[in-house]
């Protein structure tokens, strides 16, 4: 089983990245996904989750700007991330788990993880 990210890289403020994570080694919609980021010296935070295609949840701080999405298709889970500002910049992670009561708070004991993108905003 893997998750791999990619699409990180360096953009000014305003404007916008894609994030995509492809899982290998299990059908991923069948799982709860969703994307972690961690500042420097910052704890890990939970940003947005996905289940089932449709059931979506948010933080606060990315809501409107972030849209978290699946293609069954391709095993892959994306995250478009519009309007990015400095506070933003993070090393973004996705991570798989069979159920998704406290997926954020779960953390580190969720099933499968990546090993992570860089996104860095100026």
């Known amino acids: 089983v893997q998750l791999v990210e990619s699409g990180g890289g360096s953009v000014q403020a305003g404007g916008s990245l894609r994030l995509s994570c492809a899982a290998s080694?299990?059908?991923?919609?069948?799982?709860?996904m969703g994307w972690f980021r961690q500042a420097p010296g910052k704890e890990r935070e939970g940003v947005a989750r996905?289940?089932?295609?449709?059931?979506?949840y948010y933080v606060d701080s990315v809501k409107g700007r972030f849209t978290i999405s699946q293609d069954n298709a391709k095993n892959t889970l994306y995250l478009q991330m519009d309007n990015l500002g400095p506070e933003d910049t993070a090393m973004y992670y996705c991570?798989?788990?069979?159920?998704?009561?406290?997926?954020?708070?779960?953390?580190?004991?969720?099933?499968?993880w990546g090993q992570g993108t860089q996104v860095t905003v100026s």
């Open positions: 996905i289940f089932g295609g449709i059931i979506r």
């Open positions: 080694g299990y059908t991923s919609s069948s799982y709860c």
């Open positions: 991570a798989a788990d069979r159920a998704c009561g406290r997926f954020f708070s779960r953390g580190p004991s969720l099933d499968y």
